[in-house]
């Protein structure tokens, strides 16, 4: 009894591990509307700067695979999802022939602002425009690792400009406390010229005194001889 009890408990093992097998991975869940809809974002952002003309070839092949990705949308989502990230990698490499001359320029430029924002210490002079500047740096790191660089561009500039106002506002504190310091100086020195001027004053009015007492003396002697 018990070995047939171990049989069919053996069987019905073996035959979940047959059905497991049989069956294999389960498919990866498709959903062709996110990537759809950053296809048409991508478009959209191309058409806004006019940038097409860029990479014709890849914008042609972008338009053909996304209208692929159309007609297969409702019959297949797995090739429409396909063909949809297609465009996107065609639309993004539109952006990245736009863009690449004018992120480098805005790379060095904002280089160049943040280096000089950096020698006068504007991290802690303008500490908040520096992190903004910071931040909006950052962001346009990412979205350049991303594909997204119109948006990489975007960030850049900001940035560049953010470090602008960092520095300026570094650079009118430091014209502050130079002036201050340069007041303070001043003032010490005019301080000092008044001390030396009352001191030079007491030892006058100290060498008149002790003069008009010689002179008294002096005169007492000539008094006592005459007598």
């Known amino acids: 009894m018990k070995f047939w009890r171990f049989s069919a408990l053996l069987a019905v093992l073996v035959a979940m591990l047959l059905v497991g097998c049989a069956s294999g991975p389960e498919e990866p869940a498709v959903n062709p509307d996110a990537d759809r809809a950053l296809a048409v974002d991508l478009q959209d952002r191309i058409a806004a700067q006019n940038a097409a003309d860029a990479d014709a070839d890849a914008m042609t092949a972008g ?118 310091r340069q007041q303070s100086r001043q003032t010490l020195e005019q301080t000092e010229n008044r001390i030396r001027a009352q001191e030079e004053s007491l030892e006058a009015e100290v060498q008149e005194a002790e003069q008009a007492a010689e002179d008294e003396r002096k005169l007492a002697d000539e008094i006592e001889e005459t007598e």
């Open 63 to 180: 338009d053909a695979a996304f209208a692929a990705g159309e007609e297969a949308l409702e019959a297949d989502p797995a090739l429409a999802t396909e063909k949809y990230q297609e465009a996107i990698d065609n639309y993004r490499s539109v952006l990245r022939v736009a863009y690449a001359d004018r992120i480098q320029e805005q790379k060095t430029q904002v280089d160049q602002v943040r280096g000089q924002a950096d020698a006068i210490h504007a991290e802690v002079a303008a500490a908040e425009k520096y992190t903004a500047a910071e931040q909006a740096y950052n962001e346009a790191v990412a979205f350049e690792e991303a594909g997204d660089y119109d948006k990489a561009y975007e960030s850049y500039e900001q940035s560049t400009v953010l470090f602008g106002e960092a520095l300026a506002i570094a650079q009118e504190r430091r014209e502050q406390a130079m002036q201050a």
